[in-house]
């Protein structure tokens, strides 16, 4: 057994020149801190393997054992020396591999590539390469959103900037020709203008709308409200116009609903689902409003034309800005809405901000449009 004295002088040797080779090995290391990771880490090998070494000689020297035993001992330390270097080796190659993978996985995620996770040597790199394969996914989703978004947004600017030309082209030649005197009727000129003027209006207000509810400035004064106050005042309102069209308006309620809800903005949602009927049904039709009881704390709007249908391809895209139907959904002549496309994303945008739905489908002759909204639930005093 070891005396104390003995076993003090060993630890102490051993502690010296381990505190000595570890400074140097982390001044090495701090020096080539920008070098590769295969040559940082033989630094740390080199500094664990030459602390035995050192440590060992110099206890085996004060210990004045044989020239034969100290020989063993070295070749037993070379050799566990020279293995641990070429693990080390093993290890920082693997290493150095992998990092390059994962950064030429890094690389393709910055170019815009989607990426797959690859196993690695490691679980650590393996979550890591997980994590940058999810992480080009969500980049990838975010381009493809931004891209439909800034696509949408060109074709709207196009569409509206159409429609505005359409009314103030007429209004300028009507202008010119008043302003000329060649104007056989200037009454009716004065009307038409005034119709024009109206148009522009319509399609401005709707612009304005759609920004507030796009931009998330769309502040509703919620209450509660009769539906069937809403959808009776909306079909009086209209009603003059489906005449002129040659077109019915018929409802069916249930009983009196009450939602929860901001009068103004539903109101121009349903006048939206309306016109939007009325302009795509063809004379004699008829179109249908009613209102049930979805269940105990929604309530549905269902507004049915028979303005023959939208194709299944286009039915994801109705509540898109400026979106068009094909020819058997197109408005005919002297539209009034403003012609922008705007009217069902306007309905869209009121509708979610109630945290309701709508959604469209097509029926026998034409389509149904079904707005759920959220039921005013009273307060009982006391409970």
Known sequence: MLAPQDL???????LLVAVVISAVAVLLLHVMRRTSI????????????????GGT????????????????????IGVAAATSLGVAAVLGIGLVRTSRTLREAARAVGDGQVVTAQPQDSSEFSALSRELAE??????????EVRMLDESRRELVAWISHDLRTPLAAMQAMAEALEDGIAVDPQRYYR???????????????????SKIQSGALRLELGPLSMYDLVSDAVADLAPLAATRS???NESQDRDLTVWGDARELSRVIHNLLVNAIEHSPAGAGIHVSVRERDASSVVLSVIDEGGGIPEEHLGKVFDAGWRGSAARSPRSGVVSGGAGLGLAIVHGIVTAHEGDVSVCNTG????F???LPRFRPTVAGA
Do not use: N, P
């Open 8 to 14: 003090a002088a060993i630890v102490g040797t051993s």
């Open 38 to 53: 295969l040559i940082r880490l033989s630094v740390v090998v080199l500094a664990v393997v030459a602390s035995i070494v």
């Open 57 to 76: 000689v110099a206890i085996a020297r004060a210990m004045y054992i044989s020239s034969h035993d100290f020989a063993v001992l070295a070749w037993v």
């Open 135 to 144: 992480v080009s996914r969500h980049l990838a989703e975010s381009r493809e």
């Open 192 to 210: 038409q203008l005034r119709s024009q003027s109206d148009t522009l209006s319509h399609m401005v207000d709707d612009l304005f709308e759609l």
């Open 247 to 249: 077109v019915s308006l």
């Open 365 to 368: 002759q034409g389509c149904r």
């Open 370 to 372: 079904d707005v759920q």
